[in-house]
């Protein structure tokens, strides 16, 4: 299999103000959300980092996405480096996360033809993709609708198709279901299963243990910053044992070490 994604030994800690240190229960001035992490993801594969809230999934997925750099190691995207090949690295990433915020007033259209140009899209290109994207989620029903006047649900829809607009390689999914409702979500992890058949790179982090099991080849499992595991499911689990077991089987020896 190709490798497309190389996280290599990275590192991040931030600085803790005394609000953070207060709902973190800690008089540490930093934290290392990030401890040490390693591991690849290959093209036509769902690759599932699977952990508890506050064990480092979402720094882990911003540092491949370019926002935010490792204090130490390095992420290489189809070989080019998140440190010292930014430009390359997000031509071909598509990055879609619940902190994405779109402007309240305009509409689908808009933004989809926005983003599309920054990315450089023809607009033979763009049309087809808007066609074809805005069909599939029924987006075009609310083409003309102000953002703000759109549903969580169909608002998510929209975030999902800027975000493939350039029709990325690699495709970064932080909490891909959350706040969904169970049909949305079903219309977006069945486009995730089609993305990977067509050969893109998808990694997932995500705590809903069910949805790793649906849709993930192969899963990471961070806990405290750290990389406990990295395998296929089948060969994680024991005949009969479920992945809730697994997974807190490995919480409990990771809390009495």
Known sequence: MLKTVEVKNITKT????KKQRRIER????????????????FKGEIFGLLGPNGAGKT???????????????????????VIK?????????????????????????YLYDFFSKLHGIDETTRKNRKAEM???????????VKVGDLSSGMRQKVQLAISLVHDPDVIIFDEPTN??????????????????NKGKTIIVSTHILSL????????????NGKLQIVDRLENLLKEGETLEQYFFSLMEGSDNS
Request: aromatic share 8%.
């Open 26 to 41: 800690t008089t540490n001035k930093k934290k290392i959300a990030v401890n040490g992490l390693s591991f690849d993801a």
């Open 212 to 223: 790793v099991e649906k849709i993930c080849d192969r899963v990471g499992i961070i806990i």
């Open 179 to 196: 706040g969904l409702d169970i049909l949305t979500a079903k219309v977006v992890t069945d486009y995730l299963v089609e993305l990977k």
């Open 85 to 109: 090949a930014e430009e390359e690295v997000r031509s071909t990433i598509g990055f879609l996360t619940s902190d994405l915020k779109l402007e309240d007033f305009f509409t689908p259209n």
């Open 134 to 144: 805005f069909q599939r989620f029924g987006i075009d029903k609310f083409a003309e």
């Open 14 to 17: 931030f600085n803790l103000n």
């Open 59 to 81: 720094t882990t997925l911003r540092c491949i996405s370019t926002l935010i750099k490792p204090d130490t190691g390095d992420i290489l995207i189809n070989g080019h480096s």
